[in-house]
């Protein structure tokens, strides 16, 4: 089996050892280097030519958006980040450098080598994970509606992630719903939430909008075993998406 090269870039040292230590002990991972630099980092990386690197947000001397900008535009290697905290100012800048995924800390080891080995090249166990995840046996339904949204790239940092999590709940249970989102379906959300419907819509846009602006569209396909989206651009509404993946489920007989 050809193991997954990864590059560590982590300017604190205990999490770099961490996990450097956490993949090492993992048989489909292999470590093709490390930096606490970013400058060092590009050089490295370009040598090592891994398959992705995983990057925290803050580098010595350059940050990690600097260092995507500068692997994106002459490499093919895949950037997950990591940072303990992320503003809507900061997700733009790295939707517009090309970061691949970002995670945030404190994370679930397993949610990471599960993201790497979606993101890696088919020869891998990608392409065995992958259709597990496709076709999976029953489990809790928060647990599968969160992977489908970690394998596009909806962060569960963002407020639209539960609202949007939620929604499939509850269209789940109720199917005629959908056809009530503004008058029945936000307003249900927002109560549980304590927040108004109209914030409830505009945290769900935006969820979607993170994940489709990530360009994971592919990914979308794969899980519906169908060619849904065409690209980036061809979103679907909030409606349209609750409706898929509730639809999924459905015929699945997840719960």
Same mark, same amino acid.
């Given at each position: 089996?050809?193991?997954?090269?990864?590059?560590?870039?982590?300017?604190?040292?205990?999490?770099?050892?961490?996990?450097?230590?956490?993949?090492?002990?993992?048989?489909?991972?292999?470590?093709?280097?490390?930096?606490?630099?970013?400058?060092?980092?590009?050089?490295?990386?370009?040598?090592?030519?891994?398959?992705?690197?995983?990057?925290?947000?803050?580098?010595?001397?350059?940050?990690?958006?600097?260092?995507?900008?500068?692997?994106?535009?002459?490499?093919?290697?895949?950037?997950?980040?990591?940072?303990?905290?992320?503003?809507?100012?900061?997700?733009?800048?790295?939707?517009?450098?090309?970061?691949?995924?970002?995670? +945030?800390?404190? *994370?679930?080891?397993? #949610?990471?080598? %599960?993201?790497?080995? /979606?993101?890696? &090249?088919?020869?891998?166990?990608? !392409?065995?994970? +992958?259709?597990? *995840?496709?076709?999976? #046996?029953?489990? %809790?339904?928060?647990? /599968?509606?969160? &992977?489908?949204?970690?394998?596009? !790239?909806?962060?569960?940092?963002?407020?639209?992630?539960?609202?949007?999590?939620?929604?499939?709940?509850?269209?789940? &249970?109720?199917?005629?719903?959908?056809?009530?989102?503004?008058?029945?379906?936000?307003?249900?959300?927002?109560?549980?939430?304590?927040?108004?419907?109209?914030?409830?819509?505009?945290?769900?846009?935006?969820?979607?909008?993170?994940?489709?602006?990530?360009?994971?569209?592919?990914?979308?396909?794969?899980?519906?075993?169908?060619?849904?989206?065409?690209?980036?651009?061809?979103?679907?509404?909030?409606?349209?998406?609750?409706?898929?993946?509730?639809?999924?489920?459905?015929?699945?007989?997840?719960?």
């Amino acid at each position: 089996m050809q193991k997954v090269k990864l590059f560590i870039a982590d300017s604190n040292f205990e999490e770099q050892t961490k996990l450097k230590e956490m993949l090492c002990s993992c048989e489909e991972f292999e470590i093709a280097g490390v930096a606490d630099d970013g400058y060092m980092t590009i050089d490295l990386a370009k040598q090592s030519n891994p398959e992705i690197v995983l990057c925290n947000f803050a580098l010595k001397n350059i940050d990690g958006i600097t260092v995507t900008e500068k692997l994106k535009a002459e490499t093919k290697t895949k950037i997950i980040m990591f940072s303990s905290a992320f503003s809507d100012a900061v997700i733009k800048r790295m939707v517009d450098s090309g970061v691949d995924y970002y995670m +945030l800390r404190p *994370f679930e080891p397993e #949610a990471l080598k %599960k993201q790497i080995l /979606y993101m890696a &090249e088919p020869q891998t166990k990608a !392409g065995r994970i +992958l259709s597990e *995840f496709v076709a999976p #046996a029953p489990r %809790k339904l928060d647990k /599968y509606i969160s &992977e489908i949204f970690m394998t596009i !790239g909806i962060p569960a940092h963002i407020k639209g992630f539960q609202f949007l999590r939620e929604a499939i709940k509850i269209t789940i &249970e109720k199917p005629e719903i959908i056809n009530c989102i503004t008058k029945q379906l936000y307003p249900a959300i927002a109560k549980k939430f304590n927040t108004s419907p109209s914030k409830v819509e505009r945290a769900i846009r935006h969820a979607i909008e993170v994940g489709w602006a990530r360009g994971k569209v592919e990914q979308l396909n794969n899980l519906f075993g169908i060619k849904i989206y065409n690209g980036p651009h061809d979103r679907p509404t909030n409606g349209e998406f609750i409706a898929l993946v509730a639809d999924k489920m459905l015929i699945e007989g997840v719960s």
